[in-house]
């Protein structure tokens, strides 16, 4: 079993497996830690798909030091052949002697092979309770790869900033700028680590964005594939999205159907352009192309459509000390398909946190935990 003495260097694994936040998908983040009676021998983490895993990089730097040590891994180790050997063998060739884990891996290839591996050698095996919170920390940090595993679609997270009264713009459309410089930083670091940013067709139009990561420290090393939900194909190719393609790509999803000279026109201008029926269809179309989280940044109009498919998993709710005092002005969320009757009916959360960000105060909502 996982006792105290075990806590911090699972604490300082789920630390080290950060460091892939922006790099390692579509692979896991995992964070490895490799002690002797309670002295780090090793670190680890991965860094980006067909390099080291983490176990192998922490196995690498504790040679013979390995030997009869604890490992810490925040992911079971793989049993597979994939880019590169599989971590649970190369365990077992190190001679560790005992292998502590904070999360299963919910491949259906992979669930549960690590760990029968490691038995099988006579490796003992502690695999933290389900409700242990650095267990949820640890799958709260592959939200998105175990989402695309247990339900077939990218991880969705709405991230908005409103004032205080509710507003997300002015009556007349402006929202410029709500939050403070210290949270738009922290959007474009979201942006970083994103395998797509999405934004409806009203927003497209009415802000001109651009959507890449550009407020970064360090600077981010890839853009999220920008996704513009556009059933009538309403962008135009000039737009700003249109002209940054060369800075990463863009796709917009519309319905069947949708007007040939539109979508001929945005793929002349280095746009792709998808067909969806609906919104699964849509976020299925991005699970196909290995996209394991979606930041949706607008507006209310898909943030509602998306909360009234069930289709989204997380809010950031970017709350700033302003107040418009215009019930006319745009809310958080639009039309959800639905209308709650009684209080008791509400959509409830498994989880809330707040922190202040410069000026503005951050709401994290969780309205599922990954499986």
């Not at 021998?41 to 030997?67: D, I, K, Q, S, T």
């Not at 991880?155 to 009264?165: I, P, S």
């Not at 959507?211 to 000039?238: G, K, S």
């Amino acid at each position: 079993m996982i006792d105290d003495a075990d806590r911090p260097l699972l604490a300082r694994a789920l630390e080290l497996a950060e460091r892939g936040a922006r790099t390692a998908a579509p692979n896991p983040l995992v964070g490895c830690v490799i002690a002797r009676h309670g002295t780090v021998v090793a670190e680890g983490f991965h860094v980006r798909p067909g390099e080291r895993h983490a176990e192998a990089m922490a196995l690498e730097v504790a040679a013979e030091g390995a030997r009869d040590a604890t490992v810490y891994v925040t992911l079971e180790p793989c049993a597979h052949h994939g880019r590169t050997p599989p971590c649970a063998d190369a365990l077992v060739a190190a001679g560790v002697g005992r292998v502590v884990v904070l999360a299963g891996d919910p491949a259906p290839h992979a669930s549960g092979a690590g760990l029968l591996r490691l038995a099988d050698a006579g490796i003992p095996v502690d695999l933290a309770d389900d409700d242990d919170p650095l267990a949820v920390a640890a799958r709260r940090q592959n939200a998105g790869f175990r989402t695309w595993h247990a339900l077939g679609r990218p991880h969705v997270t709405y991230k908005a900033a409103q004032t205080l009264d509710g507003r997300t713009a002015t009556r007349a459309g402006d929202s410029r700028w709500i939050s403070g410089e210290a949270s738009r930083a922290r959007v474009h670091e979201l942006r970083a680590r994103a395998g797509a940013v999405m934004v409806g067709a009203g927003t497209a139009l009415a802000d001109d964005p651009e959507l890449t990561a550009r407020d970064c420290d360090p600077p981010a090393e890839r853009q999220p594939l920008r996704v513009v939900w556009d059933r009538a194909l309403r962008i135009a190719e000039d737009s700003r999205l249109a002209r940054t393609t060369e800075r990463g790509p863009v796709l917009v999803l519309c319905t069947p159907g949708a007007d040939p000279a539109r979508r001929a026109a945005l793929e002349a201008a280095g746009v792709e352009v998808a067909e969806a029926a609906d919104l699964a269809a849509g976020l299925a179309v991005l699970h196909a192309r290995a996209v394991q989280t979606v930041l949706c940044e607008g507006g209310q109009g898909l943030a509602g459509a998306l909360l009234g498919a069930g289709l989204v998993d997380r809010m950031l709710v970017v709350t700033a000390p302003k107040l418009l005092g215009d019930p006319a002005a745009p809310g958080l969320v639009g039309a959800t398909g639905t209308v709650v009757g009684r209080m008791d009916e509400a959509t409830g959360l498994v989880a809330l946190g707040c922190e202040q960000v410069g000026e503005d105060l951050w709401i994290d909502a969780w309205l599922r935990e990954p499986r």
